[in-house]
């Protein structure tokens, strides 16, 4: 299994595939003495978030940063539960989506958050998997998306309990004028109740919901319910967790990106602990692919450049398909074609190709000549990006994108 899962930030949806309960290290785990059906009955399901809570804590786990990456701000790695026991170490987002999966594997239904900088976690208060029910402001949520902070603000308390993931490790260095560096013992520990109420206090006071923030606030980017998405979503984890594509990871040559640009997309989410987000307005600006054949590079927008050093090999598909979400997100705006109708068709064309010999080439021929309708573009990144693939889905990628490309 791979020491960290990677996560294309062009689709945030996609974080609800690594929430995977089957990862979880028995330390994550209530242990074998704890009836939790009896648990959540007495004491319902903050207090069977609690458990596993204080169960986790007890580890004695440090927080950190994530480790470098040249892909960072299109990539996002995020340690393995097993990978944070084995380094005693973690970031706010490594703890986020560790703590919703062990809340999913005992039918907790999971909230994932994100605002500028900062990731943390949460759960229903009045539903399970078991009793998923209707949701409060259900029309909110787009395909298990929430984007409006008010919504949240509404909810938050109500319907759901949303608890500060850092506060599982010991950290000084935390900023204290943040719910996340405040109310910790002298080992730098937050006890559980803290937790809870820093979780609340990022959303009551510390999230930017109008126009102009105030002192103290960060913007507000998502929250994930991470039961509908994996589930009704079609973004259910694998099987198997992915292999480490990291550079030099199992003898492959890596993929190391190079931007210049202006666009980030979807920042750094706790890559050394942050997420950039930079509101570009494009007022014309020409995408131009350069030619990556070979991988030689990808040039996207004004000024913008991306060097690939190698040839995407079996295990680098993810990272070709990260290249094309960045393209995505880089293109200037068209009032005829939604980014999102984009991503949405790119996935579909990734899930389908991630079956490998097994892809149904009609279909993804049928998707290919979709993306040449609405951003021919973007097909053209896509056919430089997977020139190199050696595996069967690679293969079978170039002949069914020559052929939409022949239209």
Known sequence: MTDFYEWAQAEPRALARYVRPQDLAAEFRLPTYINRLDLLQAEGPKGLAGALYERIARLGLNYDLAPFDPRSGVVQKIRTPAHILAEGRATCLDLAVSFAAACLENDLLSLIVTVEGHAFAGFSATRTRQKVGRAPKALAWTKGLLDDGAVLQELAGQEFVLVECTGLVRSLSLNATLPEGQGRDASGAMSYERACAAGAEQVAGSIQVGAVPVAGQRRFLYALDIHDLQV??????????????????????????????????????????????????????????????????????????????????????????????????????????????????????????????????????????????????????????????????????????ERARGG
């Open 232 to 401: 009704n979503q079609g973004f259910a984890p694998e099987a198997e967790a992915p292999a480490d594509t990291s550079p030099g990871a199992g003898g492959r040559e890596g993929v190391s990106i190079r931007s210049a640009g202006d666009v980030h997309v979807g920042g750094d989410l706790t890559g050394r602990d942050r997420i950039t987000t930079t509101n570009t307005t494009h007022t014309g600006d020409t995408i131009t692919v350069g030619d990556i054949s070979g991988s030689s590079g990808i040039a996207i927008g004004a000024g913008a450049s991306a060097t690939v050093t190698t040839g995407v090999g079996a295990g680098d598909l993810a990272a070709a398909f990260a290249l094309v979400y960045q393209s995505i997100q880089a293109r200037p705006i068209d009032p005829g074609v939604d980014k999102a109708e984009i991503v949405e068709t790119v996935q579909r064309i990734e899930k389908e190709a991630g079956k490998g010999a097994a892809a149904e080439a009609g279909k993804l021929e049928r998707w290919a000549k979709n993306i040449a309708g609405m951003a021919p573009d973007i097909l053209e990144v896509m056919a430089a990006a997977f020139a190199g693939p050696a595996t069967a889905a690679g293969t079978i990628l170039k002949k069914v994108i």
